[in-house]
């Protein structure tokens, strides 16, 4: 599997942000709290409902709902985008 396209909407540190992944081996760097952490943290719970124990952790402070999107290619070479939507105190949506 190769991640493509990492998208971000009201999770944790960050409102709106699209990470797009490069060919090969990516280093994430950044200063203390600035959201490395989160984008392992989203792809782990988008792909694996992993890392996290309530969406109200990964929602972004005062915002009501929150989205991870991941574009992927799996071993098909066929392109996935997986979409999870995360309500304060409600279960979490998946869409494929």
Known sequence: MK???LELTNIK?????VIRFSEGI????GLNRSG????????????????VKTNNSL?????PRGEISLVFEGNDE???KVIKTLKRDQACTVKL
């Open 3 to 5: 991640l493509i396209e």
């Open 26 to 29: 990516n280093c994430i760097l």
């Open 78 to 80: 066929r392109l996935y």
């Open 36 to 51: 490395k952490s989160t984008i392992i943290e989203s792809v782990g719970n988008v792909l694996f409902n992993s890392g």
């Open 59 to 63: 929602i972004r402070y005062s915002k």
């Open 13 to 17: 540190s960050y409102e709106h942000e």
